[in-house]
């Protein structure tokens, strides 16, 4: 069975603090995609970055960064220069390559404080 | 593109009453999404579509909920007779394929009185 586990329910960090979101994966399959989403207070849901099983490199994206590591399932993300705007919660989900739908984790809830 | 479309944005209405929420997806889009967000839960996912057929409804909590796509552009939630306990915002999302980046509609906020 496939699951997404993000410990941390809520974090709080200081204006230009580095944060990182813990994400922890469970499958079977050799091949799938792991995902971020962002919901700020607004609600919306915005996609951040989608990742495949067979790209293990970071991606860096501005104050972005992602670290994959396959060794210990995790798909974790980096806000480096943390500002205010960042508040939001954030979902860590995971799909298998054709089959299946895409499982979202119970989110963390990030608290940029001024 | 002008993205996932919902309507209404919000819903306020009593027990009993059959509330409709609407979805417009990304033309294109093979997927269409149903997902219910609450507090206690999370973030659900009560169907799918591909092709306007519905692959899994395992979400579905009862059968007061329904849904229909009735074309590739169009699908609708249903939940008749409607209760308190499904005051949530429920999203609707499209992707490519199943496994694609999916992307999500604005929400529409239901409040059952």
């Known amino acids: 069975a496939q699951k997404v586990t993000q410990a941390q329910t809520e974090i709080s960090v200081v204006e230009k603090e580095d944060v990182t979101l813990d994400c922890v994966y469970e499958t079977r399959d050799t091949t799938y995609y792991l995902f971020w989403y962002k919901q700020p207070p607004s609600g919306e849901l915005v996609f951040l970055i989608r990742r495949n099983s067979f790209d293990e490199q970071n991606e860096i994206s501005g104050r972005y960064s992602w670290n994959f590591q396959k060794s210990t399932s995790s798909f974790n993300f980096t806000i480096t220069a943390s500002q205010v705007v960042d508040s939001a919660v954030y979902f860590c989900a995971l799909s298998k390559d054709r089959d299946d739908k895409i499982i979202f984790g119970k989110g963390t809830r990030l608290h940029i404080l001024p | ?113």
């Open chain 2, 1 to 113: 593109d002008a993205g996932v479309i919902q309507s209404p944005r919000h819903e306020v209405t009593e027990m009993g009453q059959e509330v409709t929420l609407r979805c417009k997806p990304i033309s294109g889009h093979d997927y269409l999404f149903w997902y219910r967000q609450t507090m206690m839960r999370g973030l659900e996912l009560l169907i799918y579509f591909n092709n306007n057929v519905p692959i899994d409804d395992s979400g579905m909590p009862e059968d007061r909920f329904s849904a229909k796509m009735p074309n590739a552009s169009f699908s609708t939630l249903k939940i008749q007779p409607s209760e308190p306990r499904d005051s949530a915002v429920y999203f609707c999302a499209s992707s490519l394929d199943i496994a694609e980046t999916q992307y999500f509609g604005p929400g529409t906020r239901l409040l059952v009185l």
